[in-house]
């Protein structure tokens, strides 16, 4: 071991000094704690407010949906005591529905969180946390006893611990060069369960622009494709508004590297509609945009979200980025394995910050609340896996492995963390019914594909 790497080491040594192992694993309402309900509200204050009723209802949905949607609340919740100080670029919302497949710009398909929404430099365990709180959550949602969410919780924690100290071995490049294909996704599963990768595989093979074009277009006027209106969650924009939109796009452009500007050029902005997605993004504004080459079966769907301060802002501090789609943009570049190759960023004509990327790019995702309590097990080691892949791009390998350490300390108090945690979530869905059943909140509407 170098002495740069003998001094890492020690860093991490020492991080146990400041904050043991086994009190990761403790969590606890303190006094003062904010209300959660009060906490979405407060986010609602800058969404659309006709849709907000539809995010309320997804989150109504169910404990896991719910979870998914309370980034914010959970945010609160893991900056309260000490942290370990070794920093990484926060994916701010590691759950299990944010990891997936997709294409990478070679067209393999690759599996990877795909969420950056909330990202951040953070304690690294801030984004461990919320993954293995993920899984005993959906565990309990799919009915699974307490020991089997907190193994495959435990499960999750191991495989994060395990990848880290692998990756500590090995050299910059080799770590930058390192991604989870979709092979590897199928050996990593028992035999029984690869029927129903395989089929996620498939399908994700499929959905192309070429294949959105098809659902969500329609013959306009002039016998070209036009975005099908579906309000409330599909909404057109008026063309007499396109003009402004051609500016943002211009904005846009300027942030792609140049060689993709080529290929961007070579589109005409066709159609742009208002579309609601995912849960907890309901109400803030996104945009499906139609772009169309020289003929009409040559479309390219891109997706334009907006981007907000991250829920982490309050407690780890502003992004080094004025721009919030920059900072998502950055972060998912510096996280992923292989990049959207129409990933970037502009401002909206309301002066609010956006980013761009593909809408469908061969993206698929597993189906959590089908799974077995084994499947789950399964799938939380492949996403502890992949989320310490992520990390040790940005933070100090050596000095997180070496906090980690080879024992099951660390796994263990994930567990019990998880469980904790699990129990909290319930405690706060429950404070959302009473809030929509007394009337304090609209729930409504909230039916549709929750995928981001």
Same mark, same amino acid.
């Given at each position: 071991?170098?002495?740069? &790497?003998? +001094? #890492? /080491?020690? @860093?991490?040594? =020492?991080?146990?000094? !400041?904050?043991?192992?086994?009190? %990761?694993?403790?969590?606890?309402?303190?006094?003062?704690?904010?209300?959660?309900?009060?906490?979405?509200?407060?986010?609602?204050?800058?969404?659309?407010?006709?849709?907000?009723?539809?995010?309320?209802?997804?989150?109504?949905?169910?404990?896991?949906?719910?979870?998914?949607?309370?980034?914010?609340?959970?945010?609160?919740?893991?900056?309260?005591?000490?942290?370990?100080?070794?920093?990484?670029?926060?994916?701010?919302?590691?759950?299990?529905?944010?990891?997936?497949?997709?294409?990478?710009?070679?067209?393999?398909?690759?599996?990877?969180?795909?969420?950056?929404?909330?990202?951040?430099?953070?304690?690294?365990?801030?984004?461990?946390?919320?993954?293995?709180?993920?899984?005993?959550?959906?565990?309990?949602?799919?009915?699974?006893?307490?020991? &089997?969410? +907190? #193994? /495959?919780? @435990?499960?999750? =924690?191991?495989?994060? !611990?395990?990848?880290?100290?692998? %990756?500590?071995?090995?050299?910059?490049?080799?770590?930058?060069?390192?991604?989870?294909?979709?092979?590897?996704?199928?050996?990593?599963?028992?035999?029984?369960?690869?029927?129903?990768?395989?089929?996620?595989?498939?399908?994700?093979?499929?959905?192309?622009?070429?294949?959105?074009?098809?659902?969500?277009?329609?013959?306009?006027?002039?016998?070209?494709?036009?975005?099908?209106?579906?309000?409330?969650?599909?909404?057109?924009?008026?063309?007499?508004?396109?003009?402004?939109?051609?500016?943002?796009?211009?904005?846009?452009?300027?942030?792609?590297?140049?060689?993709?500007?080529?290929?961007?050029?070579?589109?005409?902005?066709?159609?742009?509609?208002?579309?609601?997605?995912?849960?907890?993004?309901?109400?803030?504004?996104?945009?499906?945009?139609?772009?169309? +080459?020289?003929?009409?079966?040559?479309?390219?769907?891109?997706?334009?979200?907006?981007?907000?301060?991250?829920?982490?802002?309050?407690?780890?501090?502003?992004?080094?980025?004025?721009?919030?789609?920059?900072?998502?943009?950055?972060?998912?570049?510096?996280?992923?394995?292989?990049?959207?190759?129409?990933?970037?960023?502009?401002?909206?004509?309301?002066?609010?910050?956006?980013?761009?990327?593909?809408?469908?790019?061969?993206?698929?995702?597993?189906?959590?609340?089908?799974?077995?309590?084994?499947?789950?097990?399964?799938?939380?080691?492949?996403?502890?896996?992949?989320?310490?892949?992520?990390?040790?791009?940005?933070?100090?390998?050596?000095?997180?492995?070496?906090?980690?350490?080879?024992?099951?300390?660390?796994?263990?108090?994930?567990?019990?963390?998880?469980?904790?945690?699990?129990?909290?979530?319930?405690?706060?869905?429950?404070?959302?019914?009473?809030?929509?059943?007394?009337?304090?909140?609209?729930?409504?509407?909230?039916?549709?594909?929750?995928?981001?």
């Amino acid at each position: 071991m170098s002495t740069v &790497e003998l +001094g #890492a /080491a020690e @860093v991490g040594r =020492a991080a146990r000094k !400041r904050v043991a192992r086994s009190a %990761l694993g403790e969590w606890r309402a303190g006094v003062g704690r904010a209300d959660p309900v009060s906490v979405l509200e407060r986010q609602a204050e800058t969404r659309v407010a006709e849709l907000v009723k539809i995010r309320y209802a997804r989150m109504a949905a169910g404990l896991f949906p719910f979870y998914r949607g309370g980034p914010a609340i959970m945010a609160g919740d893991l900056a309260v005591g000490e942290h370990t100080g070794l920093v990484v670029q926060l994916c701010g919302d590691a759950h299990l529905s944010n990891f997936g497949l997709f294409a990478s710009p070679e067209r393999s398909l690759v599996f990877d969180v795909n969420d950056f929404d909330e990202t951040l430099p953070g304690p690294f365990e801030w984004d461990v946390k919320r993954l293995v709180a993920s899984v005993a959550v959906a565990a309990r949602a799919n009915g699974c006893e307490d020991t &089997e969410a +907190g #193994a /495959a919780a @435990v499960a999750a =924690a191991q495989a994060y !611990r395990e990848t880290m100290a692998r %990756l500590a071995t090995l050299g910059e490049t080799e770590v930058w060069y390192q991604m989870v294909d979709a092979e590897q996704v199928q050996e990593l599963l028992k035999p029984k369960d690869r029927k129903q990768s395989e089929k996620v595989i498939s399908k994700a093979r499929t959905r192309t622009s070429l294949q959105a074009l098809g659902k969500l277009t329609e013959p306009g006027p002039d016998g070209l494709p036009c975005i099908k209106a579906d309000p409330p969650l599909v909404m057109p924009i008026p063309k007499e508004l396109h003009t402004e939109l051609n500016s943002v796009l211009t904005d846009y452009r300027a942030t792609l590297p140049e060689e993709r500007r080529v290929l961007l050029d070579r589109y005409e902005l066709r159609d742009i509609a208002m579309k609601v997605v995912g849960v907890g993004s309901v109400g803030t504004r996104c945009f499906i945009a139609l772009l169309t +080459g020289r003929n009409t079966g040559d479309p390219l769907f891109l997706q334009v979200k907006q981007a907000e301060n991250s829920v982490l802002a309050p407690y780890s501090g502003p992004s080094q980025f004025l721009h919030q789609g920059h900072r998502v943009v950055h972060g998912q570049r510096l996280t992923q394995s292989a990049g959207d190759i129409f990933l970037g960023w502009a401002t909206g004509p309301d002066g609010l910050h956006y980013y761009w990327r593909q809408l469908r790019d061969m993206k698929g995702s597993m189906v959590i609340d089908e799974m077995s309590a084994a499947q789950l097990k399964q799938y939380a080691t492949l996403c502890g896996h992949t989320l310490a892949r992520g990390h040790a791009r940005s933070g100090d390998r050596v000095a997180i492995a070496a906090y980690l350490g080879s024992g099951d300390v660390f796994d263990k108090a994930m567990g019990e963390f998880a469980l904790a945690y699990a129990d909290q979530t319930a405690a706060d869905y429950e404070s959302l019914l009473a809030a929509i059943e007394s009337g304090r909140i609209v729930a409504e509407g909230g039916a549709g594909d929750t995928s981001e």
